[in-house]
């Protein structure tokens, strides 16, 4: 499979009052086309941040991408001038954001919204617009849609509004969907049409996807790869299965046993990643993790620890084996 | 599990809310039903998880027991006392035994009161203890949920979202309450700091046999701490039994749809795993469809009688309700 995406180095930072955030810290990804890559950290770890990032919607003052490339078909979306990126945004690339009661304008009707995309990127003219738009609505299994395209957003369920999301996130075939939380805003039946959906979609039109979630359970569904996120960072990065089935870095293990499992036996306690996520301006030095990290050794308070090879297609971060094995 | 006394007795609690139109004369033209008839009880020491998905009307039953809002009709039986004939200070009185924890612990507490003075207010306003003795009790709540005593003197905005939620635990437990309503006590809380929360209530439980009403919306942490699981759609509870029975032997469709949906996360699992997906939305709770809630999205429902009447909330042996016409 070929790569679409390389991202090397990437590191942004915001410049506040109370001192440098260093919200992605020097990362390196790949993805494959047709590739689903799930990025799973909690809120403040950079998984929104890093996309942001490439996308190049970072706002600035205070955030700026300070170093790193990320190349999208042969060429480097950090360094494209404004016009280019915006012929490439919502058009190769295309995002969809967590909370789809205030990511559409109340203003606008769905068509209008919809179309907008089809009109600037692909030039059509309003009645092409109007019959693609009636067809991607189709494709996002929204009922009757030709006669709701005249409808705002309030008329629409949130469900349906994130259809609508997905509808003009598709609207121009990309080859790269950004999908940030997509269903954390959503109930538990709606969050699971809208994985079957994208599921569907990705078969039918077979592009790549990144999907940021806190969930582990969505992504275990969902991707064929993932990278695990702490203090800006990526610590683990590996298939889904090898995720799951053999996790090597302490917080992913952390994440997995802290949760409780529908279909597992019912433990009598829960076992939590104790103490809190590091302050992004006042890093600790070492790993980030080393101070909640039940096996921390002198050396993890002291040098960071960089991605290696532990297993095929499979990077860790650490300098301990959980597995018990030497390193 | 033992037969033990029942705290909290519930009987057909109905929750209206009116819709009024116009802007002198308001004019009464319609309800939002959104607890619409509600029967059930929890044992002392128990906690009794409610889940359902948002607007199902959780959050407003947890609130009409605690009376916070007046119920439209049905009986809310305390320790035998009736809830929703009390007024004034006897009502008063009653919530010294009776204690809720927010969702929210960013919006739950006053950002201008100290620590000492958020966990304490119940204390001074309950004439549990004032002073040097006041402030002493105070410090150890703290301690117990999990907290330096010596924090009292901090604002909320010092404390990370998981500290604040020790915060309001150590708030409605200052009273020394029997029982505690949690309404979502862990979803605004992220996933590493979520079990924390949950140990947390788990102890506090034991240690000072607490009956709790658990509200939530994540049914595997639901399962996790209660004893028993009540399933709520559109004002309605669709089926209420024990942990166990719900979760491996559950028989309304929707509780069955509901835990089809949550996701595991194990990719063989997964990749196995039969879904069964509901199409379309919830319908609004000002005009809820005629008979079951819930045949507008049932994948099972028996045309002629599902869109017409109404199922009866039946036990079907061993304390498991349901309520469904295809269950018998």
Redesign the interface.
């Known amino acids: 499979m070929a790569t679409l995406l390389q991202v090397k180095g990437l590191k942004t930072q915001f410049f506040t009052q109370d001192g440098v955030v260093n919200a992605v810290n020097a990362i390196d990804f790949d993805l494959n086309e047709g590739e689903t890559l799930g990025i799973v950290g ?2 403040g770890c950079g998984k929104s941040v890093s996309v942001l990032s490439l996308m190049r919607l970072i706002p600035s003052p205070p955030g700026r991408v300070v170093g790193g490339e990320a190349w999208f078909q042969g060429r480097d979306l950090i360094k494209m001038d404004m016009e280019e990126i915006r012929s490439v945004r919502g058009n190769k690339i295309a995002m969809i954001f967590q909370d789809p009661m205030t990511s559409l304008n109340p203003v606008l009707t769905i068509y209008q919204q919809v179309s907008e995309a089809l009109e600037l990127h692909l030039g059509m003219d309003k009645r092409q617009s109007r019959k693609r738009t009636i067809e991607l609505l189709d494709l996002v299994r929204i009922p009757a849609a030709a006669n709701r395209i005249d409808d705002y957003p309030h008329q629409f ?4 509004r994130q259809r609508v999301m997905i509808a003009m996130g598709l609207s121009c075939n990309p080859q790269l969907l950004i999908a940030d939380e997509p269903t954390t805003a959503l ?7 809208i ?2 959906l994208v599921r569907q979609l990705k078969q039918e039109i077979g592009m790549a996807v990144i999907w940021i979630t ?8 969902l991707a064929d790869r993932v990278n695990v996120m702490y203090a800006g960072s990526i610590v683990e990065s590996a298939d ?2 090898d995720l ?2 053999d996790p090597r870095h302490p917080y992913t293990l ?3 046993h ?6 597992a036996e ?2 009598t ?6 103490g ?2 590091p302050d992004l301006i006042d890093m600790p030095p070492g790993c980030s993790f080393a101070p909640r990290c039940r096996f921390a050794m002198e050396k993890c308070l002291t040098e960071t620890p960089a991605l290696e090879t532990v297993a095929r297609r499979h990077t860790v971060a650490c300098w301990v084996d959980v597995t018990g094995g030497k390193r | 599990m033992a037969e033990t006394e029942i705290l909290l007795q519930v009987q057909d609690l109905k929750m209206w809310f009116p819709i009024t139109q116009g802007i002198v004369v308001q004019h009464h033209t319609g309800d939002i039903k959104a607890v619409d008839g509600l029967s059930f009880f929890i044992r002392q020491g128990e906690t009794l998880g409610l889940v359902g ?2 607007g199902c009307g959780k959050s407003t039953t947890g609130r009409a027991i605690l009376q916070l809002y007046r119920p439209t009709g049905g009986d809310v039986y305390f320790q035998g006392q009736n809830l929703t004939k009390l007024k004034g200070e006897p009502l008063r009185l009653m919530r010294r035994q009776m204690q809720m924890i927010f969702q929210d612990p960013y919006a739950s507490l006053n950002p201008r009161m100290t620590v000492g003075d958020i966990v304490g207010e119940p204390l001074e306003v309950h004439n549990v203890a004032r002073g040097r003795e006041l402030r002493e009790r105070v410090m150890d709540l703290l301690e117990d949920v999990g907290l330096n005593r010596y924090f009292v003197n901090r604002y909320p905005h010092e404390f ?1 979202g ?1 500290q604040r939620q020790r915060i309001g635990v150590a708030r409605a437990l200052a009273v020394g309450p029997k029982f505690i309503v949690c309404d979502e006590p862990i979803s605004a809380l ?7 929360i ?2 947390l209530l ?1 102890e506090m439980q034991q240690k000072y046999h607490l009956t709790y009403l658990f509200i939530a ?1 994540d ?3 639901v ?2 701490i209660s004893d028993r699981v009540a399933v709520m759609y559109l004002g309605k509870i669709v089926e209420l039994a024990t ?1 166990d029975q719900l ?1 491996f032997d559950g028989r309304h469709p929707y509780t069955k ?15 196995k ?1 039969q ?1 069964i ?3 379309g ?2 319908p609004s709770p000002a005009n809820p469809p005629k008979g079951c809630h819930f045949h507008t999205r049932c994948p099972v429902k028996i045309t002629g009688t599902c869109d017409v009447t109404d199922p009866e909330f039946k036990d079907i042996g061993n304390l498991h309700w349901v309520a469904c016409h295809r269950v018998s």
Request: aromatic fraction near 2%; charge should be negative.
């Open positions: 909690e809120s369920s949130g469900g349906m109930d538990v039946t709606i969050q699971a049409q994985t079957d806190h969930d582990l359970g969505i992504i275990a569904g889904v299965k799951y089935a952390g994440l997995l802290s949760i409780p499992r529908l279909d019912r433990k306690r829960l076992t939590p990643i104790e809190l996520p | 998905e948002s990370s998981g992220d996933v590493s700091i979520q079990a924390q949950i140990n788990e919306h049914l595997s942490v399962r996790h942990r979760y749809a509901l835990l089809s949906a949550v996701p595991i996360p194990d990719p063989a699992v997964e990749e795993r879904r997906i509901l199409t939305d919830v």
